[in-house]
């Protein structure tokens, strides 16, 4: 491979979003920072127009015939790119992980594991010798037949079954039974077999409540009409069916979908008996090494399993265990290098927090030997406390070493401060921004006076202060055993901001996003936030253990903040999220057009047949079928993206059809939309106020960061101004904000707290953490070396008392 010799990527008349037909030259060989307020562009140009040329190429070179298909797609807008290299994406949002992939795969160390095992494992005596698949559970050689290696089984649970048993038979005990016809019939059935249906379940036999529920038995019982409670009719021979085998039977025929997720609600998913849950056939399991199986050595934390390895990588070097364990030590290494070592290899990738997946495909990328290419990273240092981000900083100046350019999406100043070059995007967001403030060497960038990252890179922002705050009272709570939690005891205090700090995997997610939202939420009786998404099964079978709970009868309500999506699909997005269109769908509504022409709010719903286009059912885009790009849309061929059919769209209001309205930025909704209805106006204020004025209102819920999506939950949160005091928890809410987005959303965060309520972070960021009147620091390491509080008080307290992985970097902030 041969690029011009200048060295640099030259980007000429970049159109993408907001990009205002940009020019700029990157430097190759180089880590390459990109910076901007949220918005102002910098994914534009570094994923949506540099990678996503890049991807264009490849795709080219591999496949000339999708050259018509891409066309369809989309090339990025631009009118020319030079001196470009392969670019590989190594982007935090991706779509849904599966629930197969595993910290082994991510990383390909399951490969190596399994060879070893293979070709160097002890095989019980007389046993074949079993092929490297066979150790994996996602092939046929490999699974176990039970559980086909998804390691669970579903079966029925009769507290599920049967969620009251004070009922009778007659009053509908087993919940899972059919109603209608089919439920009078069961019940004939029953009170002819001769058990009494009237009688309360609790009450009954044992052995005629296990056979009702479980049995495999279907007999055929003839009914006659005195058995009906309203007599008359003929007889007829009516089948029994358990409750087990009801909901099987229906899960496994019911052509709808709707009576399957009804049927799911009587199913718990048990680790397999078979394979104890580890999806392996036993003939894979038998085989050890180093007195091991590969599912116990997979549930190791990488600490241990390094020095599990490490006394069999040394001897002789033509021997495959040998070979093998020393290639794994290699790169375990750089994995507790990066912070990781308390995760394992088997560990579900659903679990895992995005900037521990980053973290697992940058380091999985150091090894894979390629050069010359572009690696493109959204926020790396995201999710690390900053004794993490080191190490990751080192392994970024190795692949630079190898021969790579790296082009870093960041905000993290100390991150940027140590690039060799930083392009700034802005000055702000969405219209306002798109232009490239500088490109050259950080120093260059103090003499640009209107770019905010220069403001605050050189100490020239004002910071966000306060006064610290005296509590309102404490919340104590002992006994807290959950993950590496065991037994902790905690004290927070209330109508104040904590910081939860700590290094990656200390116990910090663990403890305010689980722990103390169940806690209080359960002191509350708030019913548990249902998951964002059916297959999420986050910590099923990991009960919070709680020993002593005081004080949490402060709270009027809990309220969590995450970063998960605020929908799945596109048919979510920020103005269905908020509540704002359904103002909107109304102001249309009650137009004297639509009143003329019978058009009610539903006509104005892209979800609902009768005003959305038909060809598209309203998304606005259809699939493209590509063979190796799973997923991929064009625009839809009828309304070209508008959503709504041709007579939907005449009706307008102000001079904006619905169509319109959807495609307005909140900001330039603000002005267009001003004085319309207090709903409308309130909802854009506040999503104004956590920096959100560039996001359209008909953003799909698909393309928000999560960073994004968190602030559109605060945002909904903030219009209702409820009273009383809730308790706000948030994990890292700084999470992908510049820094002048940050003193936004502290102002907010602090506002809460100034109005009564209690805001608790999960955070690394030090300038916020320096704003809260009270930290928690967890550790001292990830994982079993973590999970203790280790110090905690003022902000002050804590750095001056210099115990702790954050008390030596506060105390540089604060002194
Ligand atoms: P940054 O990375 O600096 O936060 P982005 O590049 O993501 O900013 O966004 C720049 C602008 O482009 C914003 O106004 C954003 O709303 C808009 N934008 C982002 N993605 C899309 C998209 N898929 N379609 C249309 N506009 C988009
Ligand atoms: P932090 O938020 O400080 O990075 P976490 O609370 O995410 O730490 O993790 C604390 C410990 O609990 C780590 O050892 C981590 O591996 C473990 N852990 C977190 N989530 C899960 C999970 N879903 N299943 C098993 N272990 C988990
Ligand atoms: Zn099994
Ligand atoms: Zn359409």
Same mark, same amino acid.
């Given at each position: 491979?041969?690029?011009?010799?200048?060295?640099?990527?030259?980007?000429?008349g970049?159109?993408?979003?907001?990009?205002?037909?940009?020019?700029?030259?990157?430097?190759r %060989?180089?880590?390459?920072?990109?910076?901007?307020?949220?918005?102002?562009?910098k994914?534009?140009?570094a994923?949506?127009?540099?990678?996503?040329?890049?991807?264009?190429?490849?795709f080219?070179?591999?496949?000339?015939?999708?050259?018509?298909?891409l066309?369809?797609?989309?090339?990025p807008?631009?009118?020319?790119?030079?001196?470009?290299?392969?670019?590989?994406?190594?982007?935090?949002?991706?779509?849904?992980?599966s629930?197969?992939s595993?910290?082994?795969?991510?990383?390909t160390?399951?490969?190596?594991?399994r060879?070893?095992?293979?070709r160097?494992?002890?095989?019980p005596?007389g046993?074949?010798h079993?092929?490297?698949?066979a150790?994996?559970?996602?092939?046929?050689?490999?699974a176990?037949?039970?559980?086909?290696g998804?390691?669970?089984?579903?079966?029925?649970?009769e507290?599920?079954?049967?969620?009251?048993?004070?009922?009778?038979?007659?009053?509908?005990?087993?919940?899972? @039974? #059919?109603g209608?016809?089919?439920?009078h %019939?069961?019940?004939?059935?029953?009170? %002819?077999?001769?058990?009494?249906v009237d009688?309360p @379940?609790?009450?009954?036999?044992?052995?005629?409540?296990? @056979?009702?529920?479980?049995?495999? =038995?279907? #007999?055929?019982?003839?009914?006659?009409?005195?058995?009906k409670?309203? +007599?008359?009719?003929?007889?007829?021979?009516g089948?029994?069916?358990?409750a087990r085998?009801?909901?099987h039977?229906?899960?496994?025929?019911?052509?709808?979908?709707?009576?399957?997720?009804?049927?799911?609600?009587?199913?718990?998913?048990t680790?397999?008996?078979?394979?104890?849950?580890?999806?392996?056939?036993? =003939?894979?399991?038998?085989?050890?090494?180093a007195?091991?199986?590969?599912a116990?050595?997979?549930?190791?934390?990488?600490? =241990?399993?390094?020095?599990?390895l &490490?006394?069999s990588?040394?001897?002789?070097?033509?021997?495959?265990?040998?070979?093998?364990?020393?290639?794994?030590?290699?790169?375990?290494?750089?994995?507790?290098?990066?912070?990781?070592g308390?995760?394992s *290899?088997?560990?579900?990738?659903?679990? *895992?927090?995005?900037?521990?997946?980053?973290?697992? &495909?940058?380091?999985?990328?150091?090894r894979?030997?390629?050069?010359?290419?572009?690696?493109?990273?959204?926020?790396?240092?995201?999710?690390?406390?900053?004794?993490?981000?080191?190490?990751?900083?080192?392994?970024l100046?190795?692949?630079?070493?190898?021969?790579?350019?790296?082009?870093?999406?960041?905000?993290?100043?100390?991150?940027?401060?140590?690039?060799d070059?930083?392009?700034?995007?802005?000055?702000?967001?969405?219209?306002g921004?798109?232009?490239?403030? @500088?490109?050259?060497p950080?120093?260059?960038l103090?003499g640009?006076?209107?770019?905010?990252?220069?403001?605050?890179?050189? !100490?020239?922002?004002a910071?966000f202060?306060?006064?610290? &705050?005296?509590?309102s009272?404490?919340?104590?709570?002992? +006994?807290?055993?959950?993950?590496?939690?065991?037994?902790?005891?905690?004290?927070l205090?209330?109508?104040?901001l904590?910081?939860?700090?700590?290094?990656?995997?200390?116990?910090?997610?663990?403890?305010?996003?689980?722990v103390?939202?169940?806690?209080?939420?359960?002191?509350?009786?708030?019913?548990?936030?249902?998951?964002?998404?059916?297959?999420?099964?986050?910590?099923?079978?990991q009960?919070?253990?709680?020993?002593r709970?005081?004080?949490?009868?402060a709270?009027?309500?809990?309220?969590?903040?995450d970063?998960r999506p605020?929908?799945?699909t596109?048919?979510?997005?920020?103005a269905?999220?908020t509540?704002?269109f359904?103002?909107?769908?109304?102001l249309?509504?009650?137009?004297?057009?639509?009143?003329?022409? +019978?058009?009610?709010?539903g006509?104005?719903?892209?979800?609902?047949?009768?005003?959305?286009?038909?060809?598209?059912?309203?998304?606005g885009f259809?699939?493209?079928? *590509?063979?190796?790009?799973?997923?991929?849309?064009?625009?839809?061929?009828?309304?070209?993206?508008? &959503?709504?059919?041709?007579?939907?769209?005449?009706?307008?209001?102000?001079d904006?059809?619905?169509?319109?309205?959807?495609?307005?930025?909140?900001?330039?909704?603000?002005a267009?939309?001003?004085?319309?209805?207090?709903?409308?106006?309130?909802?854009?204020e506040?999503?104004?106020?956590?920096?959100?004025?560039?996001?359209?209102?008909?953003?799909?819920a698909?393309?928000?960061? !999560?960073?994004?999506?968190?602030?559109?939950?605060l945002?909904?949160e903030?219009?209702?101004a409820?009273?009383?005091?809730?308790?706000?928890?948030?994990?890292?809410?700084t999470?992908?904000?510049?820094?002048?987005?940050?003193? *936004?959303?502290?102002?907010q965060?602090?506002?809460?707290?100034?109005?009564?309520?209690?805001?608790?972070?999960?955070?690394?960021?030090?300038?916020?953490?320096?704003?809260?009147?009270?930290?928690?620091?967890l550790? #001292?390491?990830? !994982?079993?070396?973590?999970?203790?509080?280790?110090?905690?008080?003022t902000?002050?307290d804590?750095?001056?008392?210099g115990?702790?992985?954050?008390?030596?970097y506060?105390a540089?902030?604060?002194?």
């Amino acid at each position: 491979m041969s690029y011009p010799l200048d060295g640099y990527v030259r980007v000429r008349g970049a159109r993408e979003h907001n990009l205002k037909d940009v020019d700029v030259d990157v430097p190759r %060989n180089a880590i390459v920072a990109f910076t901007g307020v949220s918005g102002s562009g910098k994914s534009s140009l570094a994923f949506g127009t540099i990678y996503a040329e890049a991807q264009r190429r490849y795709f080219e070179s591999v496949a000339p015939y999708a050259r018509r298909l891409l066309q369809q797609v989309g090339a990025p807008h631009v009118d020319e790119i030079t001196g470009l290299p392969p670019a590989v994406a190594l982007q935090q949002r991706r779509g849904a992980p599966s629930s197969r992939s595993t910290v082994g795969t991510i990383t390909t160390l399951s490969n190596l594991v399994r060879i070893l095992y293979s070709r160097a494992g002890s095989y019980p005596p007389g046993a074949e010798h079993l092929a490297a698949e066979a150790f994996s559970p996602n092939t046929t050689a490999g699974a176990c037949p039970e559980c086909h290696g998804l390691g669970v089984t579903h079966d029925v649970a009769e507290d599920l079954l049967v969620p009251d048993p004070a009922l009778s038979i007659r009053d509908g005990a087993i919940a899972a @039974w #059919p109603g209608a016809w089919q439920g009078h %019939n069961l019940r004939r059935i029953v009170k %002819n077999l001769g058990i009494d249906v009237d009688r309360p @379940w609790r009450e009954l036999a044992a052995k005629d409540r296990q @056979w009702l529920l479980f049995t495999d =038995e279907q #007999p055929s019982v003839l009914i006659r009409p005195q058995d009906k409670d309203g +007599g008359g009719g003929r007889d007829y021979h009516g089948t029994f069916r358990s409750a087990r085998s009801h909901v099987h039977h229906v899960l496994a025929s019911s052509a709808s979908a709707a009576m399957r997720a009804k049927m799911l609600a009587f199913v718990r998913s048990t680790p397999c008996p078979v394979c104890d849950g580890t999806g392996l056939r036993v =003939e894979a399991l038998a085989v050890t090494f180093a007195g091991v199986s590969i599912a116990a050595l997979g549930a190791l934390p990488f600490t =241990e399993l390094v020095e599990l390895l &490490r006394s069999s990588a040394t001897g002789d070097e033509d021997d495959v265990a040998v070979r093998i364990s020393a290639d794994l030590v290699a790169r375990i290494d750089l994995l507790l290098d990066l912070g990781l070592g308390y995760l394992s *290899l088997g560990r579900t990738s659903t679990t *895992l927090s995005p900037g521990e997946a980053q973290r697992l &495909r940058i380091a999985t990328q150091l090894r894979s030997g390629l050069f010359g290419v572009v690696y493109v990273l959204d926020e790396p240092s995201a999710g690390l406390h900053p004794a993490d981000a080191e190490p990751l900083l080192g392994v970024l100046d190795q692949l630079k070493a190898a021969g790579n350019s790296l082009f870093v999406v960041e905000h993290d100043l100390d991150v940027v401060r140590r690039a060799d070059w930083v392009v700034d995007i802005g000055p702000a967001a969405g219209g306002g921004g798109g232009q490239v403030l @500088w490109s050259g060497p950080v120093a260059g960038l103090e003499g640009v006076r209107e770019s905010p990252t220069s403001d605050h890179l050189f !100490g020239r922002a004002a910071r966000f202060e306060h006064e610290l &705050r005296t509590p309102s009272a404490w919340l104590h709570l002992g +006994g807290v055993t959950r993950h590496n939690l065991r037994d902790l005891s905690v004290d927070l205090p209330l109508g104040v901001l904590t910081a939860v700090t700590g290094v990656s995997g200390s116990g910090k997610s663990t403890l305010v996003s689980q722990v103390l939202a169940e806690v209080v939420r359960a002191e509350l009786g708030q019913a548990p936030e249902p998951p964002a998404d059916e297959d999420e099964d986050e910590d099923s079978g990991q009960p919070v253990e709680i020993g002593r709970v005081v004080g949490a009868e402060a709270f009027d309500r809990v309220v969590v903040v995450d970063q998960r999506p605020i929908g799945r699909t596109p048919r979510s997005n920020l103005a269905t999220y908020t509540g704002l269109f359904d103002a909107v769908r109304k102001l249309f509504a009650a137009t004297p057009e639509a009143r003329q022409r +019978g058009y009610g709010v539903g006509r104005f719903s892209f979800n609902v047949a009768g005003g959305r286009c038909e060809t598209c059912d309203g998304e606005g885009f259809v699939s493209v079928e *590509l063979l190796f790009l799973p997923g991929t849309y064009g625009p839809c061929p009828t309304c070209h993206g508008a &959503r709504y059919n041709a007579e939907t769209l005449e009706v307008t209001y102000r001079d904006l059809s619905v169509a319109d309205v959807l495609a307005l930025s909140v900001d330039e909704a603000a002005a267009l939309l001003d004085g319309a209805a207090a709903g409308i106006t309130r909802s854009l204020e506040a999503l104004r106020d956590v920096g959100l004025g560039y996001l359209r209102l008909g953003q799909p819920a698909t393309e928000l960061s !999560g960073g994004e999506a968190q602030r559109i939950k605060l945002a909904t949160e903030l219009q209702r101004a409820r009273r009383g005091h809730a308790l706000y928890l948030l994990d890292e809410p700084t999470a992908g904000l510049h820094p002048a987005d940050i003193d *936004l959303l502290l102002r907010q965060l602090h506002g809460l707290v100034d109005a009564g309520s209690t805001v608790v972070l999960v955070e690394h960021d030090l300038p916020t953490i320096a704003t809260a009147d009270w930290l928690v620091d967890l550790g #001292p390491g990830g !994982g079993d070396a973590g999970g203790r509080v280790v110090a905690t008080g003022t902000p002050y307290d804590v750095a001056a008392a210099g115990v702790g992985a954050t008390a030596p970097y506060l105390a540089r902030r604060l002194g």
